[in-house]
């Protein structure tokens, strides 16, 4: 199997979604929340477990954390761009949220909820930095009353696009400690762990890589996992041929063409519309009317 890669989630929670590796989770949360919500110690609500993702190598391995203040995080990294992802990022902030809530308990309980979402892809175009954060606010005075609903985007594609990019130019964009695990999470390749220029010379980032370098999978992580990579390359390569066009047309197209990819995979009907959001009918009538169906 070639070289793991983070962004695929399953190898993404194996690297901090586990306890020995919880100084790795509480770095990344503090490169990305604001000085109030930092943590010192955060206690993993989902940990890392094979028999969760045995039977859905589409699943989204999302971790849930508590810092010691008792603030929930909820962190995960998104393969591909689905519909409405704006909608289930709002729906699972508020499962977090409303979820530490027990029976008798008053509405007094309840802490700040923040949500992470690290992306594999561009979902705010109109903006050019990666990492935004979302409140409530009122609309006309910007203040922020609800303050315990937080999200945050990180859009790794606009931190760097370019498949040639080289070691310098990765250099030159970090600025700050969101910057070094962005640069991890998307050009690992160009990192050896034993030569770090000073820029990225951080000891998190150094166990980051050591455990990257040394993970091993069982036979059914390493299926899942080269299922979810297999899933992540295909959208990419799909969608990259129609970006050009018009957005619904272009991206109509492509989930077409990824559905005529997977059913070439041998990926079953039932798993294709629940992976492209396509009606089993839908799925049918393209597989008639492409080349598939000819072979």
């Known amino acids: 199997m070639e070289k793991i890669t983070p962004r695929v989630d399953l190898a993404f929670k194996k690297i901090f979604g586990v306890e020995e590796n919880k100084d790795l989770l509480i770095s990344l949360i503090n ?21 969760n993702f045995k039977k859905d190598k589409l699943s989204i391995l999302d971790i849930k954390a508590t810092g010691e203040s008792g603030k929930r995080f909820n962190i995960e990294i998104q393969i591909t761009d689905e519909a409405d992802y704006d909608k289930r990022a709002l729906y699972y902030w508020a499962k977090l949220y409303t979820e530490q809530l027990k029976t008798a308990e008053d509405y007094a309980s309840l802490e700040k909820a923040i949500g992470i979402h690290i992306l594999n892809f561009t979902s705010i175009p109109e903006v050019k930095k990666y990492h935004n954060v979302f409140n409530i606010v009122e609309k006309e005075s910007g203040l922020k009353y609800f303050k315990d609903l937080e999200l945050h985007t990180i859009e790794l594609k606009k931190f ?47 166990k980051a890589l050591t455990v990257l370098e040394v993970m091993n ?19 990419a390569n799909t969608l990259r041929k129609y970006e050009q066009k018009g957005f619904a047309e272009g991206r109509a197209e492509g989930i077409a063409q990824v559905a005529i990819n997977l059913l070439k995979k041998g990926m079953s009907i039932a798993d294709i519309a629940e992976a492209t959001n396509l009606s089993i009918d839908e799925i049918n009538k393209i597989a008639s009317s492409s080349t598939l169906a000819e072979n």
């Not at 490169?31 to 028999?51: A, G, R």
């Not at 059914?220 to 295909?234: F, P, S």
């Open 31 to 51: 490169s990305i929340v604001t000085q109030e919500d930092q943590v010192k110690e955060v206690t993993l609500l989902n940990p890392y477990n094979p028999k």
């Open 160 to 206: 760097t696009g370019q498949a040639d990019e080289k070691l310098n130019d990765l250099v030159g964009k970090i600025k700050t400690s969101l910057d070094i695990w962005a640069a991890f999470l998307t050009r690992h390749e160009l990192l050896n762990k034993d030569a770090l220029p000073k820029e990225l010379n951080d000891s998190s980032l150094r």
């Open 217 to 235: 999978f069982n036979a059914e992580e390493r299926e899942a996992y080269e299922g979810h990579l297999k899933w992540l390359m295909i959208e």
